[in-house]
């Protein structure tokens, strides 16, 4: 007889609506509107398909931007939702998991445990 095992399984984030985990961050970093005027902003968190930040800017959903990502580039992004400052982004193309790990620092670490973890349970079938 197979069992199954159902887990839980808690990360230093939250699952966004579109499946990925979203990392905390509140790292300040760079943005940029398509005509390359560049504004300070605070990514307050991040996941594969998106981000949001707060910044004194002014961008109407549908916006397209570019946002520097410490050590995976720059980035384009559509903003989907908006409340006052905070600005809800979805990246055009889906961060690479090789991108992802390099993204902002510290991340790094996450991502390692949580596959160390997810190796560890597929082993034990």
């Not at 990360?11 to 760079?30: C, H, K, M, Q, W």
């Not at 961008?59 to 809800?88: F, I, N, W, Y």
Request: hydrophobic letters at 45%.
């Amino acid at each position: 007889m197979r069992k199954l095992l159902v887990a839980r399984l808690e990360v230093l984030g939250e699952v966004d609506a579109r499946g990925a985990i979203r990392f905390i961050v509140d790292s300040e970093t760079t943005l940029r509107g398509m005509d390359g005027k560049p504004f300070d902003v605070t990514v307050e968190n991040f996941s594969r398909t998106g981000f949001l930040f707060t910044g004194d800017v002014d961008l109407p959903v549908g916006t397209l931007v570019s946002v520097g990502l410490a050590g995976a580039g720059a980035r384009e992004a559509k903003v989907v939702r908006r409340d006052g400052q905070r600005h809800g982004c979805e990246f055009l193309m889906p961060l690479p998991k090789r991108e992802l790990v390099h993204a902002f620092k510290g991340q790094a670490q996450v991502v390692a445990e949580l596959e160390a973890l997810l190796r560890k349970a597929r082993e034990g079938r």
